[in-house]
C-alpha cells in the first residue's frame, strides 16, 4: 500500500514537472511571437502623430487619443511578453553579499508616493538582520511581484504590510494585504502558471516569484481568505549561498 501510494506521488510529480515545462515552452514561443510584431506597430504609431502634427492636427483629437491608446497597449504587450520570457528561461543567481534591510526598505519606499491616500503602507523590516548572498534582481523581483498582486488585490483601498525578520535559520519576509482574498481551491491553484483571474493577467508572477526564491534554496507559502486578505512568506535560508 506505501509503495502504490509513493509510485503514485512520483508520477504526480513527474506529471507536474511535466507541464510546467510545456508551459515554459509555450512562454517561450508566446513571448516571441508577440515581441516581433510590437515594435513596428510602436514606430508607426509614431510616425502617424508625427505627420499629424506637422499637418496641423487635423484628426484632433480623434488620432491623438487613438493612438495613444495603441501605444498604452503596445506598452502592455511588451510587459506581458517579458514576464511569459521571464518565466521561459531559468536566470543564472548571481549572488552578492546584500543587506536584507536595505533591499526591501528600497523596494517598499518606491511604492509609498504612489499609495498616498489609497492604501496605507506599513514597513516592519527589522533593523540588522544578517547579511545575505542573493542575486538581488532575483529577490527584488519575486517580492514585487507578490506587492503587485497585493495591491491588485486592493482596489477599493486597504493595508499594505511588508515585514522581515530572523526566523530560525532564514529570514522571512512577508507581504500581507487586506484585499479580495482567496477561497481554498485558487489558493491551492495559486502558484499554478496557468491560473489568474486577471483580465491582464499573465498567471506568471507567483510562479516566477516562487521560482526566484527556491533558487536561493527558499520556500514560498500563501495564507489567504476570501474577503478578508492574503499573506504570501518567502523564507531564505541566510546562512547558505545560493
Ligand atoms: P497574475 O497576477 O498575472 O494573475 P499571479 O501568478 O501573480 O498572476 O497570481 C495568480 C492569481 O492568484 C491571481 O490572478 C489572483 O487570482 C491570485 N492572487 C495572487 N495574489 C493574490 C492576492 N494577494 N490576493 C488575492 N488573490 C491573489
Ligand atoms: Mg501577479
Known amino acids: 500500500n506505501s509503495m502504490a501510494h509513493e509510485l503514485e506521488r512520483q508520477r504526480a510529480?513527474?506529471?507536474?514537472?511535466?507541464?510546467?515545462?510545456?508551459?515554459?515552452?509555450?512562454?517561450?514561443?508566446?513571448?516571441?511571437?508577440?515581441?516581433?510584431?510590437?515594435?513596428?506597430?510602436?514606430?508607426?504609431?509614431?510616425?502617424?502623430?508625427?505627420?499629424?502634427?506637422?499637418?496641423?492636427?487635423?484628426?484632433?483629437?480623434?488620432?491623438?487619443?487613438?493612438?495613444?491608446?495603441?501605444?498604452?497597449?503596445?506598452?502592455?504587450?511588451?510587459?506581458i511578453s517579458s514576464e511569459f520570457s521571464n518565466f521561459a528561461t531559468t536566470p543564472t543567481v548571481r549572488p552578492e553579499a546584500t543587506d536584507p534591510t536595505a533591499l526591501l526598505r528600497e523596494i517598499v519606499e518606491d511604492y509609498r508616493l504612489g499609495l498616498e491616500g489609497r492604501v496605507a503602507l506599513e514597513a516592519a523590516i527589522a533593523d540588522g538582520l544578517p547579511t545575505m548572498h542573493v542575486d538581488r534582481l532575483l529577490i527584488g523581483r519575486a517580492v514585487t511581484n507578490v506587492i503587485e498582486n497585493a495591491l491588485q488585490a486592493m482596489p477599493a483601498g486597504g493595508t499594505l504590510t511588508v515585514s522581515a525578520e530572523v526566523e530560525g535559520e532564514d529570514v522571512a519576509i512577508r507581504v500581507r494585504d487586506t484585499g479580495v482574498g482567496m477561497d481554498a481551491d485558487d489558493t491551492a491553484r495559486a502558484f499554478d502558471p496557468s491560473f489568474s483571474t486577471k483580465a491582464a493577467g499573465t498567471g506568471l508572477g507567483l510562479p516566477i516569484a516562487k521560482r526566484n526564491v527556491e533558487l536561493h534554496g527558499g520556500h514560498v507559502a500563501v495564507e489567504s481568505a476570501a474577503g478578508q486578505g492574503t499573506t504570501v512568506v518567502f523564507r531564505l535560508p541566510y546562512g547558505a549561498d545560493a
Do not use: F, Y
Request: with cysteine; glycine share 2%; hydrophobic share 40%.
Open 13 to 79: 510529480q513527474l506529471e507536474h514537472t511535466n507541464r510546467l515545462e510545456a508551459w515554459a515552452e509555450m512562454a517561450r514561443q508566446v513571448a516571441h511571437d508577440i515581441k516581433n510584431p510590437l515594435t513596428p506597430i510602436q514606430l508607426s504609431a509614431e510616425h502617424l502623430l508625427r505627420v499629424h502634427r506637422d499637418r496641423g492636427e487635423p484628426l484632433s483629437p480623434v488620432l491623438n487619443r487613438c493612438v495613444d491608446t495603441i501605444l498604452n497597449q503596445v506598452r502592455l504587450l511588451r510587459r
